[in-house]
């Protein structure tokens, strides 16, 4: 099967009724791009980290919609052209997309990543490029956690420079359940995740069983009523929360009564700047300070007296 992409270059206001439009007069997919990419007028568009941007596109917009090659594409232009309004059909350019082994193409952009010491984060289409390290056999999927996002870096790396044998470690937020897998590895007791999203933990399970590793995952109301969380009144020697700084900051409560007399706390998806405010929401219940830096982002860490 062959494939034409269709390119219209459009205004801002246009660009998002447009997409649609495309779309609707038989379009197989529409991404919109910023036609100055390249250009010192490129602009970037990003919005805070878990907050959706305020634009969807940029003020000169470029409208690229994949089409079957032998697609009327004057047609379908036409159309959507009509749906939004517009006086006349734009002008568009095509490009031909060539057919390739799509799935080799996509497993060529992991490679495996290397993480502080010892770890390395390997897909399965790859060998591990030092077998006597701490392996883990993680694909990208639906849910967050590979190694290659700073925060979840920063936080696996700091469950190797302070390992816990036979200690017991909560993963709040767990996502694919890399940072349970690391303490696990690494010589942890007992190690639950929880996380909200069903598919992170159907994930997280699926990864726990592909590296050789017991730990018990749950959604929060399933972590609630399970026996590991009524054991030692649910606390932990090790809670590690890789989320965001706005939710952390509501957790503050939670997840520091989640820390045992003595223990570690660990939290990540904290932006530099945001990393102060975020210690003054858990000042009341632990004492927390960054503990490293990596790109922007930091890990902050306290120990409960």
Known sequence: MSWTE??????????????????????????????????????????????????TAWEH??????????ADFAAIVNEAAQAVGLAAAPPY????????????????QFEPIHIGQNIWVVPSWHEA???????????????FGTGSHPTTRLCMEWLEAHPKPGKTVLDYGCGSGILAMVAKKLGAGDVCGVDID??????????????HVEIDYYLPDDFAASPKAQH??????????N???????????????????????????????????????????????????????????????
């Open 6 to 55: 269709v390119v219209i270059e459009v205004a801002l206001a246009q660009a998002e009724a447009l997409s649609d439009a495309l779309m609707e007069a038989g379009a197989l997919s529409v991404s919109v791009e910023d036609a100055d990419e390249g250009t010192a007028q490129e602009k970037p568009m990003f919005g805070e980290p878990g907050m959706e941007p305020t634009e």
């Open 61 to 70: 917009s470029r409208v690229v919609a994949l089409c079957d090659a032998d």
């Open 93 to 108: 350019s095509t490009r031909a997309v060539a057919d390739e082994d799509w799935v080799r193409k996509t497993q060529s």
């Open 129 to 143: 490029p030092d077998p006597n390290g701490l392996i883990l056999e993680l694909d990208p999927g639906l849910a």
């Open 198 to 211: 069903p598919q992170a933990i159907e994930s997280a399970r699926a990864n726990a069983v592909r590296n």
């Open 232 to 241: 030692a009144q649910g606390k932990f020697d090790t809670v590690v929360a």
């Open 243 to 305: 989320i965001l700084s706005s939710p952390l900051k509501l957790m503050a409560p939670m997840l520091s009564g989640r820390v045992a007399p003595g223990g570690s706390l660990v939290l990540s998806g904290v932006l530099a700047r945001q990393a102060e405010e975020v210690a003054a929401a858990y000042a009341p219940f632990i004492q927390l300070s960054v503990w490293k830096e990596f790109d922007g982002w930091v890990a902050l860490h306290g120990t409960l007296a």
